[in-house]
């Protein structure tokens, strides 16, 4: 791979900072995933309007409406949001430390690191061990699966191609073992984490959310205050020093920030594999690739992916719910391959 | 390196040697162990009365027979991809065209009356194809080159994409749970011989393609220019080679699902040992490529005995500590 460096790639990216543009577009899809998330709230199994909705939220009293809309919908819609955000600024920071349109947490062994512990975690415990520590489980599976890519691909110095590659090789074993685990677990675990590994919101609780929430405030304005060392470094690593960045201090800070993101989202809501590669993709033709404007943009266009996946999930297959990231997989999929296609020609 | 022709020679003979000793280690070990005059009495008188009998012809036959086709299979399918990709880490495992293959087979199965390999081996040799066809435009660059990194990152989203995509097939429909899961994992056991006999025409077809194309395999290393300049057609050289990988991957993932490492690893043993002369080449990753393979299926019996372990597993987990060391050795 070659190391050089991708110039803005149109004239629409210059003349974008002097233009409010990002800011209207940020705002249009905070309204878009506002209005989603009512429509979200107002669908289900249980036939709702949007005025009983409205009620239920405004006064929470003891009917089923209200606990159907607090306790059922919100925290799942909500954890829809937090994850799909997580994942996606996970990505975007993959992709602007990696120089590549094709890093995601899913190829780099971050999302099979978590898997691998989750399902092992299953696997061992099954039912003897309370189903709140699979998160953690899960997270402390990202961390050492990062760690272990860091490591191996450690050679005097860091490339990120190295990294990448490194990367896939650690997912392949990880995912071997994760396959060995769900051959030898009986049946109905193995179906279990089956549907966790593709990635489900099915029966998220408010504490589901509280516990991703956190990871979400930290790390978002964490790789916020290294914006411009993003911008930086994708210049290049030389133009980046010759900038007086300190490359692998940023580096670092940005990758643990990537790791606790997905970490948390994988070990709230499984593996959601493609919202971590489209949604920078698509936030970046909307804003340009500035990261300071990136971030917000795929964040909240990963929210819309995941909410809408899972509302899909919910109510188009009634009375089967299915996991949401059997819809994410079915369009993110196809249209990644698009997107690889259109960008075929740039220099990665 | 082994020079001489006759040292060369030497080495094939050995390979020889080694998949006949890997071949019987698989026929004879396993939960119930079977003594070598026992099974060459069930060859020659087959007693359905015995139980070994039983054992030898309807298990460990045909499972030894599947490891040593398609670990040859994937083998030199693995050594043609890296010659004309010029990537050491090109294989049909890392490339998505097993798991193209794969996504295929799952369909023809739930979704179509197909149940034999032999019925459903179109599916499979399509899905690679269609594997093959994407990861080959999204990395192709300008002028045609493949870029090292982007086509393995392509790859490696293609095989993300098919395997998803069983997934969720295996999730709306759980009937097909555990044969999803054989594919998926990759195995080479609960097949019977006749299963495996409709199949050997594609797998002979490819090999007799694969002969005759030697020489230009070795001129592609070369360089395109070189090709040329032999009077080869470059293209049609690559197309060619092209079709004798999605035969040898296609039906190897129809026997036995997705096997992955064994086309990364072996062509890199086979030219530490061989060079890279196709003619020596190919006959070497055959060899090993079996004996790797029957040994990693030998070795998946004991590994968490008395369960059955997918092979692919096996092979994941030998072959990972390589893909990295290549990974760290390439100057990417």
Redesign the interface.
Known sequence: MTHTPSLPQTGNDITATHTPRPVIISALLVLVLLASMGLSLSLGSFPTSFDQVVHALAVPQGSDITFIVWELRLPRILLAVLVGSALAVAGAILQGIVRNPLASPDVIGITSGAAMAAVAFLALFGTGLSIHWLPASALLGALLAAALVFLLAWKGGMTPSRMVLVGIGLSAAMGAVTTLLIVVSDDTAAMVAYVWLTGSLYAAQWQDVLGMLPWLLAAVPLCLSQARHMDAMALGDQVAQGLGVNVLRSRLVLMACSVALAGAAVAFAGGLSFVGLIAPHIAARLVGRGFARLVPAAALIGALIVLYADLLGRVAFLPKDLPAGIFVSGVGAPFFVYLLHRTRYQNH | MLNQRVSRIAGLLLGVVLVTAAFAASVMLGTTDIAPPTFVQALVHYDPARVAHIIIVTERLPRAVIAALVGASLAIAGALMQTMTRNP?ASP??LGINAGAMFFVVIAVSLLPLHTPAEYVWAALLGALVAAC?VV??????HGEL????V???G???T??FV??S??L???D?QS?ESV?YW??GSVSGRELSIVVPLLPFFGGALLLCMLLVRHANALMLGDDIVKGLGMRAGTTKLLLGLVVILLAGSSVALAGMI??VGLIVPHMARGLFGVDHRWLLPACALLGASLLLLADVASRFL?AP?D??V??MT??I??PF??YL??R?Q?
């Open positions: 880490l495992g890392i994407l435009m999204l990395s192709r660059g300008r870029s090292p990194l982007r393995v990152l392509a490696v989203a293609v993300a994409m998803s995509f997934q969720g295996l999730i709306i759980q749970f899961l998926l994992a992955g490492f968490m369960q372990v997918p692919g597993v994941a987990l072959g990972t893909f990295i990974a760290r390439k990417v």
